[in-house]
């Protein structure tokens, strides 16, 4: 297993053809999916011969991409952490993603891996900002945001290819620069 990042209570590991499981369960679950796609599950086809290979091919750039996060005293997969440049962006600033099974939801997970991966972007990769986008109605992944130092930038509207509960009201971005970090408390 190769480790990217250890935080007090987490592993973050790349991706293996052995975690097709894995992310299915992830996918699978409707309160998991319902800010992504109005909660209908992702096929397995689609997780072993899209995703799961994207995820794989993404940590081949130094510093970047997307792993599997595994709670360090159960052994278990807890969901995934990305944290990677936009197609058409620069590796200084990347996108900080996250996506975690129910049963790890409201135990302070997706700050902890947010907060650790901002500092290694930081602090080890050139990164000069982080950003984050959300469903301006999923209150929770903001408040996960505002705990791992973004702050809110702004509001924007976006074509989905389908309505879901929520869309009308726009996403959100969020985003901390690397001059704002170094003042937070806790920081370098």
């Known amino acids: 297993m190769q480790i990217f990042l250890e935080t007090e209570r987490l592993l973050l590991r790349q991706f293996t053809p052995d975690d097709v499981d894995n992310l299915v369960a992830l996918d699978s679950d409707p309160d998991v999916m319902r ?3 109005g909660g209908r599950p992702t096929s397995r ?4 011969h899209e995703i799961l290979p ?3 091919r993404s940590n081949q750039v130094s510093g970047f991409g997307t792993w599997a996060a595994v709670e360090k005293s159960s052994g278990e997969f ?5 944290f990677r440049p936009p197609a058409d962006g620069s590796t200084d600033d990347p996108e900080l993603g996250y996506r975690l099974r129910k049963s790890a939801w409201g135990q302070g997970y997706a700050t902890e891996g947010s907060r650790a991966l901002i500092r290694k972007g930081f602090t ?3 990164v000069q900002r982080v950003f984050a986008h ?12 505002e705990k791992a130092g973004l702050r809110f930038v702004r509001t924007f509207f976006l074509a989905w290819p389908e309505s879901i509960d929520g869309t009308a009201h726009g ?17 370098p």
């Open 35 to 37: 800010f992504i796609n």
């Open 45 to 48: 086809e689609q997780v072993e």
């Open 54 to 56: 994207r995820y794989v």
């Open 78 to 82: 807890v969901g995934w952490f990305g």
């Open 124 to 126: 080890e990769h050139g």
């Open 134 to 145: 959300t469903m301006t109605v999923n209150l929770a992944s903001r408040r996960v945001m």
């Open 171 to 187: 996403d959100v971005e969020y985003a901390l620069r690397k001059a704002d970090w170094l003042v937070l408390p806790g920081s």
